[in-house]
Protein backbone atom coordinates (compact mmCIF):
# COMPACT_ATOMS: atom_id res chain seq x y z
CA UNK A 1 0.00 0.00 0.00
CA UNK A 2 1.32 3.61 -0.62
CA UNK A 3 0.86 6.08 1.60
CA UNK A 4 0.63 9.94 0.83
CA UNK A 5 0.69 12.41 3.82
CA UNK A 6 0.23 15.76 3.47
CA UNK A 7 -0.95 19.35 5.41
CA UNK A 8 2.31 19.90 7.31
CA UNK A 9 3.20 23.65 7.24
CA UNK A 10 4.50 26.52 9.97
CA UNK A 11 2.36 27.07 13.00
CA UNK A 12 2.11 29.66 16.01
CA UNK A 13 2.06 28.46 19.05
CA UNK A 14 -1.45 27.38 20.29
CA UNK A 15 -2.93 26.89 16.61
CA UNK A 16 -3.97 24.19 14.78
CA UNK A 17 -3.49 21.78 11.56
CA UNK A 18 -5.29 18.98 10.22
CA UNK A 19 -3.20 16.50 8.45
CA UNK A 20 -4.05 13.85 5.99
CA UNK A 21 -2.69 10.02 4.68
CA UNK A 22 -4.49 9.24 1.65
CA UNK A 23 -3.77 5.13 0.68
CA UNK A 24 -3.85 3.42 -2.49
CA UNK A 25 -5.14 0.09 -1.44
CA UNK A 26 -8.83 -0.78 -2.17
CA UNK A 27 -9.37 -3.20 1.17
CA UNK A 28 -8.15 0.21 3.37
CA UNK A 29 -10.39 -0.74 6.27
CA UNK A 30 -8.63 -3.92 6.53
CA UNK A 31 -5.73 -1.79 7.93
CA UNK A 32 -4.92 -0.73 11.47
CA UNK A 33 -3.58 3.04 10.85
CA UNK A 34 -1.76 5.55 12.76
CA UNK A 35 0.39 7.99 13.31
CA UNK A 36 3.90 8.65 14.04
CA UNK A 37 7.03 11.81 14.15
CA UNK A 38 9.80 12.39 14.18
CA UNK A 39 11.46 15.66 15.85
CA UNK A 40 15.10 16.47 15.19
CA UNK A 41 17.93 14.69 16.51
CA UNK A 42 15.13 12.26 18.13
CA UNK A 43 13.55 8.97 17.50
CA UNK A 44 10.41 8.45 15.66
CA UNK A 45 7.60 8.54 18.31
CA UNK A 46 4.28 6.98 18.26
CA UNK A 47 1.37 9.79 18.17
CA UNK A 48 -1.98 8.08 17.47
CA UNK A 49 -3.71 4.77 16.12
CA UNK A 50 -7.19 3.94 14.69
CA UNK A 51 -8.63 0.48 14.37
CA UNK A 52 -9.82 -0.64 11.16
CA UNK A 53 -13.28 0.21 11.34
CA UNK A 54 -12.47 3.52 13.43
CA UNK A 55 -14.23 2.56 16.53
CA UNK A 56 -11.01 2.27 18.50
CA UNK A 57 -8.48 5.04 19.00
CA UNK A 58 -4.81 5.28 21.34
CA UNK A 59 -3.10 8.41 21.55
CA UNK A 60 0.14 9.02 23.43
CA UNK A 61 -0.08 11.08 26.67
CA UNK A 62 2.02 13.73 25.17
CA UNK A 63 -0.91 14.44 22.38
CA UNK A 64 -3.70 13.46 24.10
CA UNK A 65 -6.56 15.66 24.85
CA UNK A 66 -5.15 17.81 21.69
CA UNK A 67 -4.88 15.92 18.55
CA UNK A 68 -8.07 13.51 17.24
CA UNK A 69 -7.76 10.86 14.58
CA UNK A 70 -10.11 9.82 12.40
CA UNK A 71 -10.53 7.87 9.41
CA UNK A 72 -13.23 8.35 6.17
CA UNK A 73 -12.84 4.21 4.73
CA UNK A 74 -15.10 5.52 1.97
CA UNK A 75 -12.16 8.29 0.77
CA UNK A 76 -9.43 5.81 2.01
CA UNK A 77 -8.14 8.88 3.86
CA UNK A 78 -6.75 9.04 7.34
CA UNK A 79 -6.77 12.37 9.13
CA UNK A 80 -5.07 14.05 12.38
CA UNK A 81 -6.33 17.22 13.69
CA UNK A 82 -4.02 19.09 15.58
CA UNK A 83 -4.78 21.63 18.37
CA UNK A 84 -3.29 23.61 21.08
CA UNK A 85 0.24 23.13 19.23
CA UNK A 86 3.00 23.61 21.19
CA UNK A 87 7.01 23.85 20.08
CA UNK A 88 7.45 20.36 21.06
CA UNK A 89 5.01 19.03 18.95
CA UNK A 90 7.38 20.39 15.88
CA UNK A 91 9.02 17.51 13.64
CA UNK A 92 8.16 14.97 10.40
CA UNK A 93 4.64 13.34 11.12
CA UNK A 94 4.59 10.35 8.77
CA UNK A 95 1.45 8.13 8.21
CA UNK A 96 1.52 4.41 9.25
CA UNK A 97 -0.36 1.43 8.38
CA UNK A 98 -0.67 -1.93 9.69
CA UNK A 99 -1.78 -5.46 8.01
CA UNK A 100 0.32 -8.42 8.66
CA UNK A 101 3.37 -5.83 7.71
CA UNK A 102 4.22 -2.32 8.63
CA UNK A 103 3.53 0.36 5.78
CA UNK A 104 5.01 4.40 6.23
CA UNK A 105 4.56 7.44 4.15
CA UNK A 106 6.98 9.89 3.38
CA UNK A 107 6.38 12.25 6.29
CA UNK A 108 5.17 16.07 6.40
CA UNK A 109 6.96 18.45 8.33
CA UNK A 110 5.12 20.23 10.81
CA UNK A 111 7.23 23.26 12.48
CA UNK A 112 5.36 25.05 15.78
CA UNK A 113 7.02 28.24 16.37
CA UNK A 114 7.33 29.60 19.85
Known amino acids: VQLQASGGGLVQTGGSLSLSCAASERTFSSYFMGWFRQAPGKEREFVAS????????RYSNSVKGRFTISRDNAKNIIYLQIDSLKPEDTGVYYCWALWRLNYWGQGTLVTVSS
Open 50 to 57: ISGGGGTT
